[in-house]
């Protein structure tokens, strides 16, 4: 080898190092990006309540939950494999909250709920929240209505159903279920999502999306109290097209505050006996 080409050589050496090297830092980086992208320990979605962890707040009945649904066209659809979307192709409505106006987009549903309410015994802390527990059961399905301002600020109602009569808003494009396919929709008209049962006692909080990109800075309300029913016929229907299950599990408070929300009464005490039993009785 003379010393020229060693030169060359010694030289090729080098830069292949230094090539690899950043190659090796600039996957390092990106996997560091990835790693922080989805093992966020900030304020995620579902989580799980607690009826004596939470702020009760009273509201003026006026101020009760701000929705005003129209009937629509939309799209009902299989979402990724795994959920059953309706999709509005026209405005459906609003959702304000703190003076701020969501537009409804989509509901869609999981099966079994996402959001759980805690059983006996509970401790207000948070590393216990994270644990596995008993939890009441009785509620079969989970529908969630996706609003978003024009800047893209997210707003979901998480709607809670428990088996029962067969539901009158579901009926409207549940016998579609069988026919519809991942990126085959069937279009439905008249979706009106004011045909379902809002009540006036609702939890709200600051979560994410429970699927990925798990965005957060999601504003949550939960209702609870007039119970939403789906008949075992309806249910089977469901889960004919969608046999697995896709909830999330639920992810640590994280220091957040949660909010339960009813109507004022002057008779505060026993608004909070009746919020009490609401749970117990369920
Ligand atoms: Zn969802």
Redesign the pocket.
């Known amino acids: 080898m003379t010393r020229a080409s060693a030169l060359i050589w010694t030289l090729g050496v080098f830069l292949s190092c230094l090539l690899l090297q950043q190659a090796h830092g600039f996957e390092l980086a990106q996997s560091v990006r990835r790693t922080r992208h989805h093992h966020s320990y900030g304020w995620q979605s579902p989580i799980e309540f607690d009826l004596r962890c939470m702020i009760w707040r009273n509201y003026p009945e006026y101020l009760g939950l701000q929705t005003d649904y129209t009937p629509a066209r939309a799209n009902v659809e299989i979402h990724h494999d795994d ?1 059953l979307q309706v999709t509005f192709l026209s405005s459906a409505g609003t959702f304000t909250h703190n003076k701020i106006t969501y537009d409804l987009q989509q509901f ?1 549903f ?1 099966h079994p709920p ?1 959001h759980t309410f805690r059983s006996y015994p509970y401790v207000c802390d948070d590393d216990d929240l994270t644990t596995q527990r008993p939890r009441r059961d009785e509620f079969v399905l989970e529908m ?1 209505l996706v609003h978003q301002t024009p800047d893209a600020k997210i707003a ?1 109602i998480g709607v809670l159903f428990k088996l029962g009569k067969p539901n009158r808003f579901l009926n409207k494009f549940w016998d579609f279920i069988p026919d519809v396919e991942e990126g085959s929709p069937v279009g439905v008209d008249d979706i009106d999502a004011a045909d379902l049962d809002l009540s006036d006692v609702f939890i709200q909080y600051m979560g994410s999306l ?2 990925t990109p798990y965005t957060e800075n999601v504003f949550w309300t939960v209702t609870c109290g007039n119970w939403n029913t789906i008949s075992k016929e309806q249910l089977e229907r469901l889960q004919n097209k969608l046999p697995g299950a896709n909830n999330r599990v639920t992810q640590p408070w994280n220091g957040r505050k949660v909010y339960l929300n009813f109507p004022y009464d002057d008779d505060d005490s026993k608004i909070r006996q009746d919020a009490s039993s609401l749970l117990q009785s369920s």
């Open positions: 959920t869609h999981h996402e969630h979901v429970t699927t």
